[in-house]
């Protein structure tokens, strides 16, 4: 018990002056150990507020568009380790995704935005999946989202699920797999596409 109070204690010493520091090499020479103390729901809590904190940085995304910066990827890790840091966690992507990137081009921002769907299907595979397709369906009825990145996500979903498909998940994604201004470009003329094998799945 004593050892693992010790433990803990060390976790939350640790990532708190790593979070102070803010030095990216710093973070990386240490990366096995912060996955390691990322078991612990308060050190979880403590990273996602650093990690707010630092993606809050307009310039924050500048040039890293074809990789995942080491921030997202230990919020995937902490959507893995904590169920009940899911809707924290999704509401943390939210923002990232409605936020104004207008310092990028076009095609920076859009890659971006990607980026933050692939975090939201991972935390939709961990378990956090009416919700994130809510969103989804919010963002095509509201047209708060390009087209070309709703159906980036139905193509994820699609990879990363399988039938049998709850009523729920068919009532909140059926809408954007039979919107054709999604989904015509994911579909083929044999209908051997995933998209297709899902509404015929659904009764058509």
């Known amino acids: 018990s004593s050892g693992i109070n010790a433990e803990y204690g060390n976790a939350i010493e640790k990532t708190h002056k790593l979070a102070k520091l803010d030095d990216m090499p710093e973070w990386l020479c240490n990366i096995e150990t912060v996955f390691k103390y990322l078991k612990y729901p308060v050190v979880s809590m403590g990273i996602i507020k650093y990690c707010k904190e630092v993606t809050m940085d307009s310039s924050y995304f500048k040039g890293v568009t074809d990789s995942v910066p080491l921030h997202l990827i230990m919020i ?103 919107n054709p201004d999604i989904t015509a470009p994911l579909r083929n003329s044999n209908e051997s596409d995933s998209i297709s094998q899902f509404i015929e799945y659904c009764g058509g």
């Open 76 to 178: 995937d890790e902490i959507a893995n380790n904590h169920p009940l840091h899911h809707d924290t966690v999704f509401q943390f992507l939210k923002q990232l995704f409605e936020r104004s990137h207008e310092h990028l081009q076009e095609l920076e921002q859009i890659e971006i935005r990607k980026m933050i769907i692939d975090r939201m299907v991972h935390l939709l595979c961990v378990g956090h999946v009416i919700p994130v397709i809510q969103y989804m369906k919010y963002c095509l009825d509201n047209e708060t989202a390009d087209k070309s990145l709703i159906r980036h996500f139905a193509a994820e979903v699609m990879e990363v699920t399988t039938s049998p498909y709850s009523a729920e998940f068919i009532a909140e994604f059926l809408p954007i797999a039979k």
